[in-house]
């Protein structure tokens, strides 16, 4: 199997206004104003040019040192990944991994965590905590589409993990076995 090529961010790709953004320790471009991330293979100058020239004409004869300011704005406005802007607060967006991943072991229905979990948190937060402690709480996510999407993200993550994991490794083996559930349907587990 061929190795993808996995190309690198140079510093000279400011002039097209694109920075760099490290996800899963690749590099991808981020425009500094429109802050939009492109995939790895779009760290081309001719695709940056595009992108700057299609979206943004008005700005294609700027200077290097206009898009440097806009760089600088981009780093204090403290994106994440997908180059939006954070919405909540890293503790409370711990919060709600945390609890979602409680949930999900519970087996519980994601609508508990906005109908039972945050009221029950919010209650306790007043009477114990006071006023101030129950504001912080209001920040954390817990509706049901919150819930599904924190235990979407752990579970790409685990999975990233174990690919990784089996990457790294010089040997491995697989073992493949089928069963059928109560419900009749024929069911193929595969072990790493």
Known sequence: MAEIKKRKYDEDYIKYG???????????????????????????????????TKNHSALKDKPKEFFAAKLQNVKRMNLDTTGAPHQALAKAVEASYELSLLIAKAKKAHIIGETLVKPCLLKAADIVLGAKSKKE?????????????????????????????????????????????????CQLFIYV
């Open 18 to 52: 694109f920075t760099v953004m490290e996800k899963n320790r690749i590099d991808h471009p981020q425009c500094v104003v429109c802050h939009v991330v492109l995939n790895n293979d779009a760290l081309r100058p001719s695709r940056l040019e595009r992108h700057l």
């Open 137 to 185: 709480i209001l920040e954390i996510l817990l509706s049901d589409n919150s819930v599904k999407s924190c235990i979407d993200d752990m579970a790409k993550n685990l999975k990233l993990q174990v690919v990784e994991a089996v990457k790294a490794s010089p040997f491995f083996t697989i073992q493949c076995d089928d069963t059928t559930d109560v419900a009749q349907c």
